[in-house]
């Protein structure tokens, strides 16, 4: 029994007196968690769309460390960049959302089509803002320059967990990574949509 409670003040960083008292130091929890997520997945878009008249190539570019964003242009909130989504991994991950809802309204993904569809990414982060004693919101945020016959445009999303096209209520209960992730992937497809929105014959 000995042997169990000293592994535990090793482990824990756990602080005993001479009287028998012992102090338990409070534990800072990162914002992302410790505890597993959810896989990320991906949402279908708010409205639908009719985009069958797309043959498209996706082109990919990663703009974060050029540009050192601070925030995106439609949000207050400052990145810390200390979620996953900060890997350059994840610049895939933002193509592969763009194909799913292309397919999913109809459109086809061509690597040989003159009509190409530059996306670049300028910013992404999942923040987790203290807005109560106990209380956390979820922010998902994104911003995506995207080129497609002429037309440029910068497009930004901050989502929140309280917001009427969230995949989930503020009151869920589900991890810190799961809930970031969540928000995340709807910033994405908002931001996203906004595109589809400005294209659509």
């Not at 535990?8 to 007196?17: D, K, M």
């Not at 800072?28 to 043959?55: A, R």
């Not at 194909?99 to 009509?115: P, Q």
């Amino acid at each position: 029994m000995t042997k169990v409670v000293t592994i535990l003040v090793l482990l824990l960083g756990i602080s005993t007196y001479s009287d028998g008292q012992v102090v338990i130091p409070l534990m800072k929890v990162p914002e992302h968690g410790f505890l597993p997520g959810k896989k990320f997945q991906f949402y279908s878009t708010i409205d639908k769309y009719n985009l069958s008249s797309l043959s498209v190539k996706i082109e990919l570019y990663d703009d974060r460390n050029e540009l050192n964003l601070q925030k995106v242009n439609c949000s207050e909130i400052m990145f810390t960049n200390t979620s996953e989504f900060a890997q350059s991994g994840y610049l895939s991950l933002i193509g592969q959302y763009m194909d799913t809802l292309l397919l999913a309204a109809g459109g086809v993904v061509d690597a040989t089509s003159s009509d190409v569809v530059q996306i670049h990414l300028e910013g992404i982060d999942a923040r987790m803002i203290k807005v109560g004693l106990a209380e956390f919101r979820a922010h998902g945020l994104c911003q995506l320059r995207i080129k497609y016959k002429g037309h440029e445009k910068t497009y930004c999303t901050d989502i929140t967990d309280k917001d009427k096209h969230s995949p989930v209520s503020s009151r869920t209960w589900m991890t810190r990574k799961t809930s970031t992730r969540i928000i995340a992937s709807a910033a994405i497809r908002e931001t996203i949509e906004q595109f589809f929105r400005d294209i659509e014959p």
